[in-house]
């Protein structure tokens, strides 16, 4: 069965991230994936302490849900990530989790010698963000830090969905076309990983 991981990045619970997400999930199951579900802000996770533990074997020492966190994205095909805008990029908790994945990126490229942006990538990846403002450049940061995140997974991002202009919780309730590309976006990518295995 294909795994793909659901990662809920938003303080919020209801937030306008997470509705969206909440569709694409049902969109890839849907389309006949095993989705697991990971609220951020529900784990313990310590930030990233740079002491570079990771270097010996590749893998995070810090012992707390990232350990969890590790095992399954090796062993899932997609990620599904949404996070809110804060302060032009991802939210802290999406970061958190960004930042421990420096051990995967110490693996790939300082133990099993990877040359950076070394491809094809065996993952698909898609992600979801919302932002208050209505900027050009609303996303540009997060999408910098996405798409590096994901090289570091093995992933490719295969769609972005990103929308301007919601604040309050539930926001994104007043756009179905939204709901819809998300349902869409999930399926999507189910497929997508589908056509490449
Ligand atoms: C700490 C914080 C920082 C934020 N920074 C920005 C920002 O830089 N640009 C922006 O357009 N919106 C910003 N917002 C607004 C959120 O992106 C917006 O409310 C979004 O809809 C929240 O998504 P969520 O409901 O999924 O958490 C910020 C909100 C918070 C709480």
């Known amino acids: 069965m294909m795994k793909v991981l659901a990662v809920y990045g938003s303080p919020r619970r209801k937030g306008n991230t997470s509705i969206l997400l909440k569709r694409a999930v049902e969109g890839a199951r849907q389309a006949g994936a095993e989705v697991e ?18 270097k010996k074997k590749g893998r ?15 062993k899932s095909e997609g990620l599904m990530l949404a996070s809110p805008i804060f302060f032009y990029t991802v939210s802290a908790h999406t970061k958190i989790l960004i930042d421990r994945c420096q ?14 942006g070394a491809g094809p ?38 769609n972005s969905l990103l929308y301007r202009g919601m604040d309050f919780e539930g926001d994104v309730l007043k756009y179905p076309q939204y709901l819809e590309e998300a349902y869409e976006a999930g399926k999507d990518l189910v497929a997508a990983i589908r056509e490449t295995r």
């Open 37 to 54: 579900e990971i609220v951020l802000r529900d784990l313990r996770m310590s930030p990233c302490l740079e002491i570079y533990g990771c």
């Open 60 to 74: 995070c020492v810090i012992q707390d849900d990232f350990q969890d966190f590790h095992d399954k994205i090796l």
């Open 103 to 116: 051990s995967l990126w110490v693996k790939k490229h300082w133990i099993d010698r990877i040359p950076m």
């Open 121 to 158: 990538f065996k993952r698909k990846g898609l992600f979801i963000s919302v932002g208050a403002t209505k900027g050009k450049k609303l996303f540009d940061g997060a999408l910098l830090t996405i798409r590096y995140f994901f090289e570091v997974l093995d992933m490719e991002l295969r």
